[in-house]
């Protein structure tokens, strides 16, 4: 299936929403995808136009991670845009299934040890995560502002011996992704022999040989995984949990990205790695408790896309309620601001919470 539209009214006004925090209100809002239907069925693409009582209208977008990643359903959102405002397209979208070689026969194995692909931490003395994935969740937004994110930052480079051989100091990521981490680890208690993973989606556009060409239209993200023992992210500075993502990160070079694809290939299932731990599926990589994903929006163009009406009101992620899984967000002001929105298990929100503010007001 390809796209659906969908139309709706609401008897509510804007004003229902307040600050627009997380919310059930919400679920109305979004297209619902029924994953009870065969892949073939599923639509890649759904939107829903939803008009309030009061006049406004809230635009929901819901595409298969399958097709794009964010750099290319930001490009496409882009143009829609722009192209409702009756302008042309700025950049052509390139769909160029050939350029990571999906078609070529299988290459030789591996040439390195995709822990990705691996089953990730489980809690010291569990089994299996089905108990973990059946605990309640909860999901909140977390505001830093310019003057914390740069205490953060500060805190992870500063007095340390972390950073790497050429001097590069720690990136915004990576030092508000070691921040979220080390505090998850402190919230859920770990004992310090609990080994925990980070997840880091890693746009590979510019790291394959040629990079990819702009406007190159897929799905060019893939999840690497720093892991560490729960005690040192703890007990050593926040520099040790920097350096343990960017060293996740620099692993993603033509060759580590080439390798999973036949990693990938080898597999006669890929059922297993497709991300519906969040949906009731107890199969597959389950990224929470003890493990955490952050994926950063922070460069993706998200704020001020005009459709024909004039910057919106608010725009930010539709539900994502499920344990480890967050997200940076830049602000709408570009004052160098971040929001953090987190989804945890409801028993350990308020512990991060505490943690996540204590260190840098």
């Known amino acids: ?5 969908i139309e709706a009214e609401s008897e509510s006004n804007l004003n229902d929403f307040g600050d627009f925090s997380p919310s059930p209100l919400y679920n ?15 639509p890649l693409f759904l939107v829903q136009l939803t008009r309030f009582k009061c006049g406004g209208i809230c635009l929901s977008l819901t595409m ?24 042309p397209l700025e950049t052509m979208p390139i769909f160029d299934r ?11 194995p591996p040439c390195f040890d995709h822990s ?30 310019k003057t914390q994110v740069d205490g953060i930052k500060k805190l992870a480079n500063d007095g340390c011996n972390w950073n790497d051989k050429n001097g590069r100091v720690y ?42 060409a ?25 520099g040790y949990a920097s350096s343990r993502i960017r060293e996740a990160i620099e692993k993603v070079k033509d060759e580590y990205v080439r390798s999973a694809f036949d990693c990938l290939k080898k597999q006669e299932d890929l059922r297993y790695y497709q991300n519906f731990h969040e949906i009731g599926n107890n199969e597959g990589p389950f990224y929470g408790n003890p493990n955490l994903g952050v994926v950063s929006w922070l460069t993706l163009p998200l704020h001020g896309l005009d459709f024909g009406w004039g910057k919106e009101v608010y725009m930010g992620p539709g539900t994502h309620d499920f344990d ?14 971040v929001v953090v929105a987190i989804c945890l298990q409801e028993i350990h929100m308020k512990a991060f919470k505490k943690h996540f503010y204590e260190d840098i007001l």
């Open 324 to 337: 480890g899984d967050s997200l940076l967000l830049s602000s709408p002001n570009d004052d160098g601001s």
């Open 171 to 212: 990136t915004r990521y990576e030092t508000l992704a070691g921040y979220i981490w080390r505090n998850a680890c402190k919230a859920r208690e770990h004992k310090h022999e609990q080994l925990t993973a980070l997840s880091v989606c890693v746009d590979f556009r510019s790291r394959m040989k040629p990079p990819l």
């Open 64 to 87: 298969s991670h399958a097709v794009v990643d964010g750099t290319s359903g930001l490009h496409f959102f882009t143009e829609w845009a722009r192209i409702a405002r009756g302008e």
């Open 28 to 42: 109305d809002l979004i297209p619902n995808v029924d994953y009870s239907l065969p892949m073939h069925e599923i």
């Open 98 to 108: 050939e350029v990571l070689r999906a078609g070529e026969p299988l290459g030789g």
């Open 214 to 238: 702009k406007g190159y239209f897929g799905n060019a993200t893939m999840d690497v995984m720093a892991i560490s023992l729960a005690g040192d992210l703890v007990t050593k500075p926040l």
């Open 116 to 145: 990705e692909f691996n089953d990730l931490p489980l809690l010291l003395g569990q089994l299996d995560s089905v108990e973990e994935r059946k605990k309640k969740t909860t999901v909140a937004m977390l505001n830093l502002t």
């Open 1 to 5: 299936m390809g796209a659906q539209f």
